[in-house]
């Protein structure tokens, strides 16, 4: 079985770096032809950044290599010992601590380069470093007190039940239903300034949008993205009464209030056709068989690794290997999401107006700078939402070769 997880892995990481080979040449040989939607030096810098990012992607992959052999070879067994002598969930809780921090450490250069370099470079990160220290403590204390939490009540149902991967599957679907509940009231009130509307004209407007669709929400809100990114976004938040509609400050400078409209329309198809129910049924789909799958490893792929058979190392192989396991899946789950976003894309032209739509996603490449095409292979792995290309193409652009 160790050699199965092992096998799907290398296949994993290879995939991994050819996508990204391919995805560079690509955008290498188009970002030199006739530009489309950007103008040419928006278009060739878009197609830069690109680059930049799947080389910083390879980078990545191969760092990803070494943890994994670490892991594997010494680590693992290292961190075993070093916990030995505490009872299971005490164990559980700072083996898996212990790991999660030792990756973020080995990465951290990384991630600085990409917030405080490259994004830099490429006028999107208005990240300071008084800022970045505050969001990495916050998170912190987010992990060692929630995530630990889950951490030892997964590792007390491991030592628990013989049938444990049933009753942890259950609790960790609960989990993640919670924090999509949660997920804006804790960005409200740890990391992001909530505000309501100062444009009551635009409030009145999008409320009037929202009862037409039978939407109930907690209320809209600006949110102060523009102190980390310069990226334009709006989103839906939450789950029941905990619903909201956030929309970043960038988007609201950028964009006039038909185009504002025609975006909450496109993520209102998103509700009206049920994807968000519809992403967490897969994501719980996805959870249960993974379960499955590690509460039935056997013994042997504990000693041959040199582990004990016990929560611990259940936690930690499960961490190492479902991103590869799940990377599998990705192109079908990739796929219903290119599907739904066409959906919301006609719900939303539909409900408003498809030029407003238009008008608000040409803003949306040209302000993110994101380059409007991709390699195939890359798309099949990768893109949970269609090329603005297709997109727009869709939607019946034709002003410029997309």
Known sequence: MLNLFIFLYVVYIIISLVTAYLQIGFVAKRKKQKPAILEKKEFEKAGDYTIQTQ????????????????????????????FADFVSWQKAVLFVDSFILINWIIALPLS????????????????????????????????????????AVVALIVESFELWWIYGFAFLFAVVVLINMLYPIIRDKMFDKFEKLADKELEAKINSLLEKVGFRSSGVFSVDASKRDNRLNAYFGGLG?????????????????????????????????????????????????????????TSAVFSTLGLVNDASSIIVLFMIFSPAMSFFLMPLISFISRHNEYNADKFGSDLSSKDDLISAL?????????????????????????????????????????
Do not use: C
Not at 59 to 70: G, N, W, Y
Not at 256 to 268: F, K, M, S
Not at 382 to 393: A, E, I, N, Q
């Open 55 to 82: 080389k910083l992607s390879i980078i990545t992959t191969v760092l990803d290599i070494a943890m994994l052999l670490f892991w594997l070879g010494l680590g693992l067994v290292w961190l075993d010992g070093m």
């Open 112 to 151: 600085l380069y990409s917030i405080f370099v490259l994004d830099k470079q490429y006028g999107f990160s208005n990240m300071t470093a008084g800022l970045y220290i505050k969001d990495t403590l916050k998170t912190g204390v987010l992990f060692l007190l929630f995530g630990s939490a889950v951490v």
């Open 241 to 297: 009464s905990t619903k909201r509609v956030v929309l970043y400050d960038t988007l609201i400078d950028k964009l006039t209030h038909d185009e504002l409209l025609a975006v909450l329309g496109h993520e209102l198809g998103h509700f009206k056709n049920g994807d968000v129910l519809k992403n967490i049924a897969i994501t719980g789909a996805i959870l249960f068989v993974f379960f499955a799958i590690f509460g039935n490893i």
């Open 362 to 402: 040409l803003k949306l490449v040209r302000e993110n700078r994101s380059f409007p095409f991709s390699h195939a292979w890359y798309l099949f792995f990768y893109y949970s939402h269609p090329p603005l290309s297709l997109r727009l193409k869709r939607l019946g652009y034709k002003k410029d070769d997309v």
